[in-house]
């Protein structure tokens, strides 16, 4: 493959140059070397190769031997050896070449096609490298260090004394008990004779009862009184009230 170095020092052998103040449209064929640094549009077909300067443009679709590329390229290229794009090289477009150089620094949007490789290209097969088994070794399980000490407990607060209960208040004094009444004497009835029978028609009372004895009072007799005698009433257990009526002389 040509390199750009070799094709400038032949310059002066079978190249021809595109000045910058060129602009080439149509269809361009040739067979020799072309240096553009001018404007080529259209169609380009070579039997050699092309060289595009820093300053040159070629938008067009591009069949040669090889091609080296420094300035702007918008279209296909189409190379039976090599495709260069150097670091001041940009380029649009799809590359078909059994070789592509891109230099670091070159810009390249596209599709590059490299063809099938040669019988002669195809990489021997190695043999296959045997690696050893890799023995496994029981691992040892590092024992853990013991876990610190819990820390002490901080002692409890100091509790808060008790204030004492408030004194009570003496119980005041019980009532005096009133001293309690006398049982009622019962009176006992005494037996009411009526005057004139002597005594032999009066009937006899019933029994007073145990819990009352009623006291009987001596009844005044009043000679000469013409004022009936008071009806004495009789004991609470007697069920009969006799009236005695006395007779006046």
Known sequence: MATAKELSASSNVDNTVVGPSILISGRLTGDEDLTVRGRVEGELTLSR?????????????????????????VGNINATESVELTREGRMVGDIRAPRVIIVDG??????????????GRLPAERPAVVRPTAVTRPTATPARPALPSAR???????????????????????????????????????????????????????????????RAEPQA??????????????????KKKVVVKKKTR
């Open 106 to 119: 070159a810009s390249f949007r596209g599709r590059v096609d490299m063809g099938d490789v040669e019988p």
């Open 221 to 238: 007799e009043q000679a000469g009184s013409a004022e009936p005698p008071t009806p004495v009433l009789v004991g609470a257990g007697a």
């Open 152 to 214: 002490p407990m901080p002692p409890p607060p100091p509790s808060r004394p008790t204030p004492p209960p408030p004194p009570s208040r003496p119980t005041p004094p019980p009532p005096p008990a009133r001293p309690s009444a006398p049982p009622a004497v019962s009176r006992p009835s005494a037996p009411i004779t009526r005057p004139g029978l002597g005594g032999l028609g009066s009937k006899p009372l019933p029994p007073p009862p145990p819990t009352r004895v009623e």
């Open 49 to 73: 190769t092309l060289i595009v300067e820093p300053s040159g443009v070629v938008k067009a679709n591009v069949a040669v031997k090889n091609a080296i590329v420094s300035g702007v390229v």
